[in-house]
């Protein structure tokens, strides 16, 4: 596709049930970011792939989240145990490699924890 | 612990003035910076990117960096009721570190 294509757009589930959010990224782009925003904030990082491996998981704020990149194109980011705190945006970004490191975001999924 | 600050704001300008938004940042050794926007309930936008000291023009949006300073600047000129927005200064770490820490966004108003 021509963009960063998020799904679901929304999603609303009872705490401590399982989420799946899903990211499928600029064709092309190799680098994928996950980033979690909150009303009045700016995106918060969680965690990056460059292709099937991730480079970088310190923004993930405790083993209840977890995401995977297993073909270096689709990621899909996975909540356990879901709690009313973990109700944000949750952003997708994609970038090609190289000196141009500009990062495009999805459209988001908002997650509501009721 | 990298920090990008932005002043909240509200900021508002008159139409066809000159919207001035200011980006401070802790960490000496980042290299990319960039100036998002976001619209209420949607996705950031990208608006600008800059990497060396200096300013980048595109249209009416002017992007200022300076390295020694630690600060980088948007500038829109001839200010548009649909520049109304959050914008959001966002810096790329150094080295391998390619994520971005985002300031908390300064929200403009531009009044026709």
């Known amino acids: 596709g021509a963009g960063v294509s998020q799904t679901p757009s929304n999603k609303v589930t009872e705490k401590g049930k399982y989420v799946e959010l899903r990211c499928d990224p600029i064709s092309g782009h190799t680098a994928l970011y996950w980033y979690r925003q909150s009303l009045g904030q700016g995106p918060e990082f969680l965690i990056y792939?460059?292709?099937?491996?991730?480079?970088?998981d310190s923004g993930l704020p405790n083993d209840r989240f977890f995401a995977v990149r297993p073909e270096g194109s689709v990621s899909t980011l996975k909540i356990q145990r879901t709690e009313r705190g973990d109700s944000a945006v949750y952003l997708c970004?994609?970038?090609?490699?190289?000196?141009?490191?500009?990062?495009?975001f999805g459209q988001g999924t908002r997650l509501t924890v009721v | 612990q990298k920090e990008v600050e932005q002043n909240s704001g509200p900021l508002s300008v008159p139409e066809g003035a000159i919207a001035s938004l200011n980006c401070t940042y802790s960490d000496r050794g980042s290299q990319s910076f960039f100036w998002y926007r976001q619209y209420s309930g949607k996705s950031p936008e990208l608006i600008m990117s800059?990497?060396?000291?200096g300013d980048k023009e595109d249209g009416r949006f002017t992007a200022q960096l300076n390295k020694a300073s630690q600060y980088v600047s948007l500038l829109i000129r001839d200010s548009q009721p649909s520049d109304s927005a959050t914008y959001l200064c966002a810096v790329g770490g150094s080295g391998s570190a390619r994520q971005l820490t985002f300031g908390s966004g300064t929200q403009l108003t531009v009044l026709p």
């Open positions: 800059i990497y060396s000291n």
């Open positions: 792939f460059q292709g099937t491996g991730a480079a970088d």
């Open positions: 970004a994609s970038s090609s490699t190289g000196a141009n490191t500009e990062a495009f």
